[in-house]
């Protein structure tokens, strides 16, 4: 028959738990990193690129402000017609003033949308050609000063 010692589980320890979480090694980290370059120098280097987005930037805001400020007013002049259809309805006294009112406003509903498609249409064409130019343009003009400068 084996005999515990009950004695010692009334013993306390008096030695701190061992850190688990790194296994006993030094605080995990990153080595520090060598950089070939200062702030400076890094901005200088992407400077071409960084104005080239930066006019683009500029263009497509402004191809985008123009876009929605004509579908602002296109959205606009239709609502103020397509509200005063029911008025227009009431006022008419025959079937034929009814088919008269109706027809109007769908031709000229057909046509406001054709005109304004094809006016947002021309307006992206726009915008996509002004940003293509205006970047082409930055990165020739980037190519002749690094050409310049013998990088």
Known sequence: MTRINRG???QRRTKPM???????RAEPSFPPMVVPFNFETLMELNRPALTAMAEMNGKVYDGIAT???NWAAFVNRRLKEDLAMPQQLASCKTVQDMYGVYAEFFQTAC???QSSFEQMTK???SLADDTVHAVQSRMEEATREARANGR
């Open 111 to 113: 046509a406001d949308y």
């Open 8 to 10: 010692a589980s009334k």
């Open 123 to 125: 307006l992206g064409k």
């Open 18 to 24: 061992a850190d688990k979480s790194t296994n006993g």
């Open 67 to 69: 876009m929605n400020k």
